[in-house]
C-alpha cells in the first residue's frame, strides 16, 4: 500500500508552526497506518518539535485498537507472503493458530515514533525518517517520501505486534 498526499501548505511561510505541527501529524498518520497495515486513522499525539540546526524533529505517542480478526489478518498476511518459505507443517501449525483466534473485545495498543526532517521545506513536502522510538531502543524503521511510506522489515520484536509475530515465529520453529 502506498499513500501519497499532496501537502496543500506555502512553504514560504516557514514560521507558520501550525502548518509544520500539520506536516509531522500527517506523517505520523500515514507511516503508522503503513506499518500497521490498518485501515483506520491511528490517534496520533505530536509532542513538541525540536530544531537542531535545520534539522527538525518530533517525538510523537501512537495509539490504535487492535482485535484478534486485526491479529488474525496480520497472521494471514504474513503467512501469505512467506508461504513459499515454508514447509507443509509449518503452514499447518499457523492455519491451526489462525482458525482458533476469535474476535474477542478490542485492546489498546501504543508505541511511540521520532519523526525527523532536514529541514522546515522538507518537513513540509513529507519527506522524514522515522524511528521506533523508546526508552530502551531507538530503531530506524522506515521513511516517509513525499508523502509515501516505506517500512522497513521488522526484526527482534521492534513492530507493536511483536506478539503477534512472536508466535508466528514459534509456530514455524518446532514441528508438532
Given at each position: 500500500?502506498?499513500?501519497?498526499?499532496?501537502?496543500?501548505?506555502?512553504?514560504?511561510?516557514?514560521?507558520?508552526t501550525s502548518d509544520i505541527y500539520?506536516?509531522?501529524t500527517q506523517a505520523a498518520q500515514?507511516?503508522?497506518?503503513?506499518?500497521?497495515?490498518?485501515?483506520?486513522q491511528p490517534i496520533v499525539d505530536l509532542h513538541n518539535i525540536q530544531q537542531?540546526?535545520?534539522?527538525?524533529?518530533?517525538?510523537?505517542?501512537?495509539?490504535?485498537?487492535?482485535?484478534?480478526?486485526?491479529?488474525?489478518?496480520?497472521?494471514?498476511n504474513w503467512l501469505e507472503r512467506n508461504k513459499s518459505y515454508l514447509e507443509q507443517w509449518q503452514i499447518d501449525n499457523i492455519q491451526a493458530w489462525i482458525?482458533?483466534?476469535d474476535t474477542d473485545p478490542t485492546a489498546t495498543i501504543k508505541w511511540t515514533y521520532?519523526?525527523?526532517?532536514?529541514s522546515?521545506?522538507?518537513?513540509?513536502?513529507?519527506?522524514?525518517?522515522v524511528w521506533y522510538w523508546t526508552s530502551v531502543n531507538k530503531v530506524p524503521i522506515g521513511y516517509i517520501e513525499h508523502w509515501k511510506p516505506v517500512v522497513y522489515t521488522h526484526t527482534n520484536g521492534f513492530n507493536p505486534y511483536d506478539i503477534i509475530y512472536r508466535q508466528l515465529f514459534e509456530l514455524v520453529r518446532y514441528k508438532t
Open positions: 500500500m502506498v499513500v501519497g498526499c499532496t501537502p496543500q501548505t506555502d512553504i514560504s511561510n516557514v514560521n507558520n500539520t506536516a509531522f500515514v507511516f503508522a497506518r503503513l506499518d500497521l497495515g490498518l485501515s483506520q537542531d540546526g535545520d534539522i527538525r524533529s518530533a517525538i510523537v505517542d501512537v495509539e490504535t485498537q487492535i482485535t484478534n480478526a486485526n491479529a488474525k489478518n496480520i497472521a494471514l482458525s482458533q483466534l521520532k519523526l525527523m526532517s532536514a522546515v521545506e522538507e518537513a513540509l513536502a513529507g519527506n522524514f525518517t
